[in-house]
């Protein structure tokens, strides 16, 4: 059974962690930080609003001599977010992931963000499922 990404979220928790659009930069490198992420969510009023990662914060903050000290996340986070369903298989995932040049994809369902996944949680994913084949041919094999 191909995994999806309710079984990433199932697995590794649904902790979210966020940071709202006027939060400072450094705010949330901070968050990101302490949490050993690499992207969060911008949220407002419960709703996505946009996704800050560590590629934003190289590329518009320390490549433009910006001080991320009184740098809104608003102005440099990446505001046309490529989200995911529960119910999207990894494979979806993972081609989304390759297509798009991005690492980190929202999980939502409805208007509500349910977790974040990491091309890493994918990569585990697909591994598993394809260590479980692996493990069921070798049975089929030598019986």
Request: net charge positive; proline share 8%.
């Given at each position: 059974m191909t995994p999806t990404v309710r079984s990433i979220l199932d697995h590794k928790g649904y902790d979210l962690w966020s940071a709202p659009p006027d939060a400072s930069v450094y705010d949330a490198l901070s968050i990101m930080a302490q949490r050993n992420i690499g992207a969060l969510p911008i949220l407002e009023a419960g709703g996505l609003r946009g996704?800050?990662?560590?590629?934003?914060?190289?590329?518009?903050v320390v490549l433009r001599g910006r001080n991320s000290m009184d740098?809104?996340?608003?102005?440099?986070?990446?505001?046309?977010?490529?989200?995911?369903?529960p119910d999207d298989t990894v494979h979806h995932c993972m081609a989304l992931m390759t297509e798009l040049r991005t690492r980190h994809l929202p999980v939502v369902e409805g208007a509500r963000v349910l977790g974040l996944i990491s091309i890493g949680d994918v990569v585990h994913a697909l591994i598993e499922e394809q260590s479980h084949v692996i493990e069921q041919l070798e049975s089929y094999i030598r019986t």
């Open positions: 996704i800050f990662s560590e590629r934003d914060y190289a590329r518009k740098t809104p996340v608003r102005e440099i986070m990446t505001p046309a977010v490529i989200t995911v369903r």
